[in-house]
């Protein structure tokens, strides 16, 4: 059975390494790669870079690890989104490993 995955889009990469931080300290999961997205608006943001932190685990630690990445991340600058997909389909795992900060 496949890993849980918890998903957190928070702006800037301060955030994203807070509720990075908070969410791998409240929960046994595991961090995958960040990734990025500067949206049209980005002027308009509070930080003009959005960064999704992505974890693994079992269901209910993953859950815990959005629930003090999020916790984390609005002390900073706040959160996009966060979504738990508690058994993602294989069509869709090589997608969960794009990130734009692989690209130049």
Known sequence: MANAVGMIEVFGLTAAFMAAD??????????????????ANADTLPVPLIVMVKFRGRVEDVRTAV??????????????????????????????????????
């Not at 908070?22 to 949206?39: I, Q, S, W």
């Not at 993602?88 to 690209?103: N, Q, R, V």
Request: charged share 30%; aromatic share 6%; glycine share 6%.
């Open 22 to 39: 908070a969410g791998c300290k409240a929960a046994n999961v595991t961090l995958e790669y960040f990734d990025k997205n500067k949206p």
């Open 67 to 104: 629930l003090a990445a999020e916790k984390a991340a609005k002390k900073v600058t706040g959160v996009v989104s966060k979504h738990v997909i508690a058994r993602p389909e294989k069509e869709i795992e090589g997608m969960l490993k794009l990130s734009a900060f692989d690209k130049n």
